[in-house]
């Protein structure tokens, strides 16, 4: 059973830089993908960022390349969101996800979710 946590959320001021970091058990990375994912009060879940198990070949989301990096440390089957120059409107719950296979930018292909990790932006 595949089971995710996410951490290294928190409140910080803009401009300011965040890693989240989503612990992965039951998972064999290989044969999967990671998408992390973020959604703000009133809007609808957004993908930011995916990693592909087999090569770890990753995929942004148009508005967030250069500020994101997202990467996956197989000796601590742990994958990570790296976010850069924090801005107000990046206050959102920050998910991880995972399916088996190639990764989508649609949240209805991922199967195992994590319970999400509050970031807060300040300006």
């Known amino acids: 059973q595949v089971q995710l946590v996410e951490s290294g959320g928190g409140s910080v001021q803009a401009g300011g830089s965040l890693r989240l970091s989503c612990a992965a058990s039951?998972?064999?990375?290989?044969?999967?993908?990671m998408g992390w994912f973020r959604q703000a009060p009133g809007k609808e879940r957004q993908f930011l960022a995916a990693?592909?198990?087999?090569?770890?070949?990753?995929y942004y989301a148009d508005s967030v390349k250069g500020r994101f990096t997202i990467s996956w440390d197989n000796s601590k089957n742990t994958g990570y969101l790296q976010i850069y120059a924090l801005k107000p409107e990046d206050t959102a719950v920050y998910y991880c996800?995972?399916?088996?296979?190639?990764?989508?930018?649609?949240?209805?292909?991922?199967?195992?979710w994590g319970q999400g990790t509050q970031v807060t932006v300040s300006s």
């Open positions: 996800a995972t399916r088996t296979d190639f990764y989508t930018a649609n949240p209805l292909d991922y199967h195992h």
């Open positions: 039951g998972l064999t990375f290989s044969s999967n993908a």
């Open positions: 990693i592909r198990g087999s090569d770890y070949l990753t």
